[in-house]
């Protein structure tokens, strides 16, 4: 077992312009969840998925981002229209249902320019 | 309203001794988790330790163990024998409700320094 992996690890693009991120998770785990950091503050939730469902979504996502899981096992984060404050850390972590810990992967680290 | 606060933007400590991280914690939820994770400069988000809300005894994990007071809703991390190592980022936070994991609630961390 790897491990959540992320890709990619960094990505620098400019304001206006569409990215997405991918994540692995455990290949076993069923719940994925994505969270955006920024700097000096802890990890913020913005969604998460059970398989391929979206169960939850945070008021910070708004309608330039969406996320995917379309087979219950990898996800896509997609931010359109990028803006400076969209520039984070964007986290994610899986875990098994009815266990309570949440294993994150290294994260993708976002600047807008 | 912020349900973790930990009012501790940094520490130090020397290497070998203890140190305590301070989290506080505001729920009305019954059923609830706590948990420490440690975020060195590479960025990844290392699982400590939890604490649930109904366990009657603190949990410990090697040289961690979680303080829990429920009356006062703290939930410090105790690091005993400090390494250099251990220098990073701290973060405590919160799963509300019934069963398994849901989102977690984030406090704002504590950078810990470890001095030789």
């Known amino acids: 077992d790897t491990g959540v992996s992320q890709n990619p690890r960094h990505k620098i693009t400019k304001r206006g312009q569409n990215v997405t991120f991918r994540c692995d998770p455990i290949?076993?785990?069923?719940?994925l969840y994505w969270y955006r950091q920024t700097l000096g503050q802890g990890p913020e939730f913005l969604t998460y998925?059970?398989?391929?469902?979206?169960?939850?979504k945070s008021r910070l996502l708004s309608d330039r981002f969406s996320a995917e899981r379309p087979k219950g096992s990898f996800s896509t984060l997609e931010i359109q229209r990028t803006e400076q404050g969209d520039s984070a850390m964007y986290l994610c972590?899986?875990?098994?249902?009815?266990?309570?810990?949440?294993?994150f992967g290294p994260g993708t680290r976002l600047t807008v320019t | 309203a912020q349900k973790i606060t930990q009012t501790q933007p940094g520490m130090f400590v020397q290497e070998k001794e203890a140190v305590t991280l301070d989290c506080t914690y505001d729920?009305?939820?019954?059923?609830?988790?706590l948990f420490w994770y440690k975020q060195p400069s590479s960025g990844e988000m290392i699982f400590l330790i939890y604490?649930?809300?109904?366990?009657?005894q603190n949990a410990t994990e090697g040289r961690y163990s979680l303080n829990f007071q429920k009356a006062r809703k703290s939930a410090n991390l105790v690091i005993s024998a400090s390494q250099l190592g251990d220098s990073a980022m701290y973060f405590c936070?919160?799963?509300?409700?019934?069963?398994?994991?849901?989102?977690?609630?984030f406090g704002k961390g504590t950078k810990l320094t470890v001095n030789p």
């Open positions: 972590a899986s875990s098994l249902e009815n266990s309570y810990e949440q294993y």
């Open positions: 290949s076993e785990h069923n719940r």
């Open positions: 998925f059970q398989n391929e469902a979206q169960l939850e």
């Open positions: 729920t009305s939820d019954q059923s609830y988790g």
């Open positions: 604490q649930g809300s109904y366990d009657e």
């Open positions: 936070a919160m799963r509300e409700g019934q069963g398994g994991s849901e989102k977690l609630v």
